[in-house]
């Protein structure tokens, strides 16, 4: 598994999540996810605060969008290296459209059940104003990264064979 092949396919899977939200936003109306809270969150980490009872609330960081996008663009990455070696090494399987989609499927539970309780919005975006429509957006996004891992593989063997 080499870098490059981890980075396109990290970066094609990101790439559709946000596509995907475009796509789910011009759809129903909701907007996309506000990268600088995720930076803004992020650049409070060093500060010891993890959990924030409400990170619209805490007090903005300069480049907290600029931050938000970078982690974001990371932790694609840091997905695609889980699925794939997921896939190789643990399940012995090769990547394929399944499989990815129920990697991505499942790994709306990281928003969930970790990322929306420590900014705030609750378990499952209780605490938001439309809990179920805030889970289909999650949900959405999280098929859309899917099929990006699906697609990523697909492009980096066109790119570096294999």
């Keep these: 598994m080499a870098i490059l092949e981890i980075l396109v396919v990290g970066i094609v899977a990101t790439a559709c999540l946000d596509i995907g939200q475009q796509i789910y936003r011009l759809a129903t109306g909701m907007p996309i996810t506000d990268w600088g809270m995720i930076g803004r969150w992020a650049a409070y980490l060093p500060k010891g605060?993890?959990?924030?009872?409400?990170?619209?609330k805490t007090p903005p960081v300069d480049g907290e969008l600029a931050l938000g996008w970078i982690v974001h663009y990371v932790v694609g990455i840091g997905y695609a290296v889980v699925y794939l070696l997921l896939m190789w090494f643990i399940l012995g399987i090769e990547p394929g459209f399944i499989p990815a989609m129920v990697f991505g499927a499942l790994s709306v539970s990281?928003?969930?059940?970790?990322?929306?309780?420590?900014?705030?919005?609750?378990?499952?975006?209780?605490?938001?104003?439309?809990?179920?429509?805030?889970?289909?957006?999650?949900?959405?996004?999280?098929?859309?990264?899917?099929?990006?891992?699906?697609?990523?593989?697909?492009?980096?063997?066109?790119?570096?064979?294999?």
């Design 49 to 56: 605060q993890v959990v924030h009872e409400n990170i619209g």
């Design 110 to 162: 990281v928003t969930w059940f970790v990322m929306e309780p420590i900014l705030g919005a609750g378990v499952m975006a209780a605490k938001t104003p439309k809990p179920p429509a805030a889970m289909a957006h999650d949900f959405a996004s999280h098929l859309s990264f899917g099929f990006g891992l699906f697609l990523g593989v697909v492009i980096s063997r066109s790119l570096f064979g294999g």
